[in-house]
């Protein structure tokens, strides 16, 4: 019986910025994706019928869920058969990470090896499952620009250790632009060579790495905000929102000094170590 186990990593945006509304309703982005050690798995076999397991009940299992959805895609084109999908989530959901998209992603790359299709039609069934699941066929660090599919690899960086907080508060992204656009937001130009010069080593251009959304969303949920000071006033190099909300990223130093701030931390808050990881490594 054919099976395949693959990991599902979790990406940071660095920056991101929202340039302006588009006709087809979407937003025209400029980002920064970075994959990140943090990760769920994925293991696939031949089965029966189609079947989705996961270990985290507030995941709906059902035709709704991207992983579904990346399987029916290519059962549409190429008839691949039924399949059981064990889905191990350590990625919190809507809490832009991009975990969904992480999984629709991770499930076409182990489809496409396990039934021995051609992998260059995954970039646009990928797209039609949504916005930032193109970057997850990518992987490592990438200029993300259009709606977020329009991907230009960039140079892995040295690794740097990450902790992640995760509120309870979630920001769904749909309503993350809307509130966007109702507060008014200005239309952008593009700066594609600011964002590769600062991809290059993002902590020493830690003033540079702003995230459209976070004046919207904390003005909302103050207390990511607050989440975000905790960290800067505790030695994180940067600090900021990921995609659009809600979990706040610090990017440290050193080990050690991400370690500290854990160990300090209030009962509550649920805190995560990670760091980034090369291209290679998301893509393993
Ligand atoms: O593409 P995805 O399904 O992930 O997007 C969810 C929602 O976020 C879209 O329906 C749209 O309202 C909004 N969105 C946007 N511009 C983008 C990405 C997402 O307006 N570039």
Redesign the pocket.
Known sequence: MRQITVRSHAKINWLLRVLG?RDD?????ETIFQSISLHDRITIREAPSLELRCDDPSIPAGEQNLVVRAWRALHDRHRIPPVAIDLGKRIPAGGGLGGG?SNAAATLRALSRLFALPADELPEIALAL???VPFFLVGGTALGEG??EMLEPLPDIAPIPLLLLFPEERVP??EA??ALRADGASVRRSDAGRLRRIAGDPLAAARELTNDFESTVFARLPRLEELKQMLLERGARWAGMTGSGSTIVGAFATEPARDAVIAELAAGIDAVPAETISRSEALA
């Open positions: 509304r309703g979407y937003h025209d982005i998209s949504g916005s930032d709606r977020g992204t749909g632009f809307a």
